[in-house]
């Protein structure tokens, strides 16, 4: 039952925010930046003190002064949720369609987050460095899921070519970020479990990596951590993860 009861009071409380953001939006986005991440932390103190799923960061001394690109690792809504108050004030690399839902696509939209077409080939790639550019420009770090998509404990998806494009435009350092949250919170399921996540930021890559020797470097360092913070709390073994096809 208390998956059952985080998801209503989750959806409700989220619609009650909802209306309460509304005044905001015709404002400045540094209110409503202060709103969401309120919203944020309500919504994680709800899955803690219902579901008894808690967390904990490490690595946190990784994450630069100056703005950086941040490689995260996707399996649940947690991260989407929990980044905001990591990575404070970020741009996320996002799809498009999440603009489209009433209010919370608008505040997406004011917050000048990157909004990106997946079907919109070298156009949408060309985009979201304009995009990473401006908000770089404004002292903010550019969040990416760099497989575009939330994958179950031991799969990993294709990493796509926008984080190897970004790293290319941006003279910025790269953190890899390594996480668990599946476990307890997976995708498209209510069999929430109590347990800890835990959310690991890696040191910076070298800088200036060939292309490819970048993307393996990259994809190495998360999914090795990765790996290792799932068999941490009792998940998968590293030899059962299993690589999704590129389709």
Request: a positive charge; glycine letters at 8%.
């Amino acid at each position: 039952m208390r998956p059952i009861i985080f998801t209503a009071l989750f959806y409700s409380w989220s619609t009650l925010a909802s209306f309460l953001v509304l005044p905001l939006l015709i404002g400045p986005p540094g209110p409503i930046l202060a709103f969401t991440r309120f919203w944020v932390r309500t919504s994680l103190w709800l899955l803690r003190v219902t579901v008894g799923v808690t967390h904990e960061v490490r690595g946190i001394e990784n994450l630069p002064a100056e703005p950086a690109l941040v490689a995260v690792k996707h399996q649940s809504a947690w991260d989407t949720l929990a980044i905001n108050l990591i990575v404070s004030g970020a741009a996320i690399v996002l799809k498009r369609e999440l603009t489209w839902i009433p209010v919370f696509g608008w505040c997406l939209l004011r917050l000048n987050h990157i909004p990106i077409d997946r079907t919109g080939g070298l156009s949408a790639l060309r985009g979201m460095i304009v995009g990473a550019q401006e908000r770089l420009a404004e002292g903010r770090s550019i969040v990416i899921f760099p497989e575009g998509t939330r994958g179950a404990p031991g799969t990993k998806n294709p990493y796509h070519v926008g984080i190897a494009a970004l790293n290319s435009a941006l003279d910025v350092p790269v953190v890899p970020v390594a996480l668990n949250s599946g476990l307890f919170w997976p995708r498209r399921s209510l069999a929430l479990r109590p347990g800890k996540i835990i959310l690991e930021i890696l040191p910076a890559l070298p800088r200036n990596l060939p292309r490819r020797d970048f993307v393996q470097s990259l994809e190495t360092a998360i999914e090795t951590a990765t790996n290792q913070l799932i068999e941490e709390a009792g998940g998968l073994p590293v030899d059962k993860v299993v690589e999704q096809p590129n389709i």
